[in-house]
Structures are given as structure tokens and as C-alpha cells.
């Protein structure tokens, strides 16, 4: 079975503008989960989508958004970056609900100039 | 915000030696589960053990968790050099609102000399 993949893998963006960042769970789990790594904060989660409704969000501003589609893959977007934003994404799916065991994906790593 | 603490931040020990880490909670949890991160990858599931289990064993992996306590342990038996790698723990507690969350740790960094 394939495992949880993120596209791309690597992006380089300037301040302003935005990024929307795609990943592609495992077949058949219908949670994914969005989080953002920092060497700073740690993993921090930013929002859980099961089913295309966005069910739980973390403490992050209104730029960052994400949705869902029918067959589970998920985006996030983010628009006027800023540096701070620079960061590993991390996208992880599971069967039913996000605090059973998570299947990440490798990531995709966004540096803000 | 950081649920979870480990302890210690940074750990270096000899091939074949045992390692262990820590880590600490704050709130009421259903379960707590271990990750391990190879440099800026993505996290590789270890183990899971619910709020009603005590210790669980996982091939060179055993976990502990005191809920008396709020912590768990995380011990790797005769390590290897491909066991070097950042290890995290994540507890799931509710959030409110109907829904649980997931909350990660800052990680143990884990060397391991050959």
C-alpha cells in the first residue's frame, strides 16, 4: 500500500505571496491532519479534516486554511507569507480520527524569502 | 501549545547500550504514543499505548506509562547506529468541543556511536 505523499517537496516563495501545499493519504483513511515544524515551536498542529469538514483547528491565524476533497486528499494554503512561515509542513492520515496512529507523509519544506 | 515534555533534550550513547527517554503531560490523556524522526523527514509511528495500559513491547522497544505520575518511558534495548534519530512524544486528550487533538513534544535527540 502506498504511503502518505506530499507535493512538493521542496518550495521557495518571497514574502506576499502564497503557497498551497497537497497531500495524498493512505487509500482508505479518511483523517488527514496538517502540522508545521519549527525548530523554534516544535510540531505544532494546525488542522484535522475528516470526511471534507474541518473538524478540529489549532492556534494559528486565519491565513492558514486548508480543505478536503471527496477522495480524502487534502490541501492547505497559506497566503501573505511571512518569514516566519518558513517551515516543514507535515501532512499525516489515519482511518477514522487523528489521535489514533498517524501515517506522515515526508513533508514539504517552504522557505519564505 | 506543548503538551508533552521530554527529558533529556539530547542523549549520546555507545552501540549496544540501552537508551532511555522521557516524557511528562499536564492534562488528563486517552492515549500517548512515540515517534521517531530521521532528520527533517517525515515521523515514523513507534508505538501507542492507551490511558488504561500500563507497558507495552514493541521488538527492541518498551514503553511505560504512569497516568498517576502524568509521564512515560520509552526505553531501546542494545541500540544501533540506524537507532540515531529524534524521538517524540504525542498524547491525545480532548480539546473541547467534541474532538480530540493530537499534541507533540520537542523531541529527544537520540546519538548513537558506533
Known amino acids: 500500500k502506498a504511503g502518505v505523499t506530499q507535493t512538493p517537496r521542496y518550495l521557495i516563495k518571497t514574502r506576499g505571496q502564497q503557497v498551497t501545499l497537497s497531500c495524498s493519504p493512505i487509500?482508505?483513511?479518511?483523517?488527514v491532519s496538517w502540522y508545521q515544524q519549527t525548530p523554534g515551536q516544535g510540531l505544532q498542529f494546525l488542522f484535522e479534516?475528516?470526511?471534507?469538514?474541518?473538524?478540529n483547528k489549532g492556534n494559528f491565524p486565519g491565513r492558514f486554511s486548508g480543505r478536503q476533497f471527496s477522495n480524502s486528499r487534502s490541501e492547505m494554503n497559506v497566503s501573505t507569507l511571512e518569514l516566519g512561515d518558513s517551515a516543514l509542513y507535515l501532512c499525516?492520515?489515519?482511518?477514522?480520527?487523528?489521535?489514533?496512529?498517524?501515517?506522515f507523509g515526508p513533508g514539504t519544506r517552504l522557505t519564505v524569502l | 501549545s506543548q503538551q508533552g515534555e521530554e527529558d533529556p533534550q539530547a542523549l549520546s550513547i555507545q552501540e549496544g547500550e540501552n537508551a532511555t527517554m522521557n516524557c511528562s503531560y499536564k492534562?488528563?490523556?486517552?492515549?500517548l504514543q512515540w515517534y521517531r524522526q530521521n532528520s527533517g523527514r517525515g515521523l515514523v509511528h513507534l508505538i501507542l499505548?492507551?490511558?488504561?495500559?500500563r507497558e507495552k513491547h514493541s521488538g527492541r522497544l518498551r514503553v511505560t506509562l504512569d497516568t498517576s505520575k502524568k509521564s512515560s518511558s520509552l526505553l531501546i534495548t542494545a541500540s544501533r547506529a540506524a537507532d540515531t534519530a529524534s524521538y517524540f512524544c504525542?498524547?491525545?486528550?480532548?480539546?473541547?468541543?467534541?474532538?480530540?487533538?493530537?499534541?507533540f513534544g520537542k523531541g529527544t535527540k537520540l546519538s548513537v556511536i558506533p
Open positions: 499525516a492520515s489515519s482511518w477514522t480520527i487523528n489521535t489514533d496512529t498517524q501515517y
Open positions: 504525542a498524547t491525545a486528550a480532548y480539546s473541547g468541543a467534541g474532538s480530540y487533538q493530537l499534541t
Open positions: 479534516y475528516f470526511s471534507e469538514t474541518q473538524r
Open positions: 499505548i492507551r490511558s488504561n495500559e
Open positions: 487509500s482508505g483513511h479518511r483523517s
Open positions: 492534562t488528563s490523556i486517552n492515549n
